[in-house]
């Protein structure tokens, strides 16, 4: 007995929603890290930007008990090192008022995640971005204090929600 075409059809694009499932935004169960690894560790470079991402995210990796345990790096076919490349913080004035002081700023921070298993790159997660705007007015512009401190208010901020998005791309290898 042969299906109409038009059953089949329906029932592919019925199936089609399931397939774009939770994995795809980094909630399922899977992850990038290949079968049979039992060890990772994670790194970055020596920067303040670098170091506060990695904190974040290693507080990220720990609370998903499907991911390997946390290890020092070694060379392995059982090990995978995660490092925190190419880190930046962006502070920059983008709005400004008619006497040219700036009054609103753009925060942003990217990093790219790699993932090497002895010593080969087997997965990157391209650059992950997150950004916000620090406000300020004309009367706080002239106060470098008031900025500085929205500046380190929200760059602890976007350190949490760059560690959220990057576990996100390696729970979901996007």
């Given at each position: 007995?042969?299906?109409d075409?038009?059953?089949?059809?329906?029932?592919v694009?019925?199936?089609?929603?399931?397939a774009?499932?939770?994995?795809l935004?980094?909630?399922?169960?899977?992850?990038?890290?290949p079968g049979?690894?039992?060890?990772?560790?994670?790194?970055?470079?020596?920067?303040?930007?670098?170091?506060?991402?990695?904190?974040?995210?290693?507080?990220?990796w720990?609370?998903?008990?499907?991911?390997?345990?946390?290890?020092?790096?070694?060379?392995?076919?059982?090990?995978?090192?995660?490092?925190i490349?190419?880190?930046?913080?962006?502070?920059?004035?983008?709005?400004?008022?008619?006497?040219g002081?700036?009054?609103?700023y753009?925060?942003?921070i990217?990093?790219?995640?790699n993932?090497?298993?002895?010593n080969?790159?087997?997965?990157?997660?391209?650059?992950?971005?997150?950004?916000?705007?620090?406000?300020?007015?004309?009367?706080?512009a002239?106060?470098?204090?008031?900025?500085?401190?929205e500046?380190?208010?929200?760059?602890e901020?976007?350190?949490?929600?760059?560690?959220?998005?990057?576990?996100?791309?390696?729970?979901?290898?996007?």
């Open positions: 007995m042969m299906i075409v038009r059953v089949w059809l329906l029932l694009l019925g199936l089609m929603p399931s774009c499932g939770y994995h935004v980094g909630q399922g169960d899977s992850s990038v890290v049979g690894v039992e060890t990772a560790a994670l790194s970055t470079t020596t920067d303040a930007t670098g170091k506060a991402l990695l904190a974040e995210f290693q507080h990220a720990v609370q998903h008990d499907e991911l390997p345990g946390l290890q020092a790096a070694k060379a392995s076919p059982k090990h995978v090192n995660v490092r490349e190419h880190a930046k913080n962006t502070f920059s004035p983008v709005a400004f008022d008619a006497a002081l700036a009054i609103q753009r925060l942003t990217s990093a790219v995640l993932m090497y298993q002895e080969a790159l087997i997965w990157s997660s391209g650059s992950v971005v997150v950004g916000a705007n620090v406000f300020g007015d004309s009367a706080t002239n106060n470098p204090s008031v900025v500085e401190a500046r380190e208010t929200l760059t901020q976007l350190h949490l929600r760059w560690a959220n998005e990057a576990m996100a791309r390696f729970k979901s290898g996007f």
